[in-house]
């Protein structure tokens, strides 16, 4: 294995993780709720709460265009997937039903839940880490 030293960049990510750790420190401050997707998209599918459903709304739509929005600000070259849409949609499917099956996401507990200390959020990162670390490991060792 060789590492894209080139493509390190310990700053950028310094910074986007501090910002999403201030925005979910400033969504529990504001509302009171707690920043993890599968709960927020989950709250959304099932009968939604007139008074819940602007904010997790705008929530939702910020994900998906704050990266359109870095790259045009940034000018950076568009994503590369190597996979087609069949997959990536099978993909999204499964973790989907993953993170409703682990009670939250990697962000609900690996961002929220390890913040509030929570013994169940680091068990659930724990085993998300592991289950990571194997695939990769048997995918480009095994397979």
């Known amino acids: ?26 969504l529990l401050l504001a509302l009171g709720r707690i920043a993890g997707i599968s709960g927020i998209v989950g709250g959304l599918l099932r009968r939604p709460d007139r008074a819940e459903t602007p904010w997790r709304l705008a929530f939702v739509l910020g994900l998906g265009l704050a990266p359109l929005a870095w790259t045009l600000v940034a000018a950076l070259p568009p994503p590369r997937i190597a996979a087609d849409t069949p997959t ?6 499964l973790v989907g039903f993953g993170a409703r099956l682990g009670s939250g996401c990697t962000s609900g507990h690996g961002v929220c839940g390890l913040s509030r200390l929570s013994p169940r959020s680091l068990a659930a990162t724990l085993t998300f ?4 670390f194997l695939t990769v490991f048997a995918v480009r060792h095994l397979i």
């Open 1 to 26: 294995m060789t590492l894209d030293w080139s493509g390190f960049t310990p700053i950028p990510a310094l910074l986007g993780g501090a910002l999403i750790g201030l925005a979910a420190a400033l």
């Open 129 to 132: 880490m592991a289950t990571g």
């Open 88 to 93: 990536l949609v099978a993909a999204g499917l």
